[in-house]
């Protein structure tokens, strides 16, 4: 069975950092996409950004150039380095695994940012 944990959420002051780590468990094979959604109170969810197996990684416009998306093959986990933290980016981030057709497969249950002005 496949599980993802995510951790490293909290609440920080506008223009803050903050890493989040989704770490899996029940895949032998590194999946061969990984990514991080969020959703804000009253909004649909997002995708923020994801990485392939091979390093590629795509990005919303929204947090380019202050969120870095990494990621530990081996281990099967995904990281979100997250800068110039802002009010808009409070959420709560779902670490996802797994991309198919039809969407990533595996959710972890999430982890709240709050970001204070």
């Known amino acids: 069975q496949v599980r993802l944990v995510e951790s490293g959420g909290g609440l920080v002051q506008a223009g803050g950092s903050l890493r989040l780590t989704c770490a899996t468990s029940?895949?032998?094979?590194?999946?061969?996409?990984m990514g991080w959604y969020r959703q804000a109170p009253g909004k649909q969810r997002e995708l923020v950004a994801d990485?392939?197996?091979?390093?590629?990684?795509n990005y919303a416009d929204s947090v380019k150039g202050r969120f870095t998306i990494s990621r530990d093959n081996a281990r099967n986990t995904v990281y979100l380095q997250m800068n110039s933290l802002k009010p808009e980016d409070t959420a709560a981030y779902y670490c996802?695994?797994?991309?198919?057709?039809?969407?990533?497969?595996?959710w972890g249950q999430g982890t709240q940012v709050t970001v204070s002005s």
């Open positions: 990485i392939t197996s091979g390093g590629s990684t």
């Open positions: 996802a695994a797994g991309r198919t057709g039809l969407g990533y497969r595996y």
């Open positions: 029940g895949s032998i094979f590194p999946f061969n996409a």
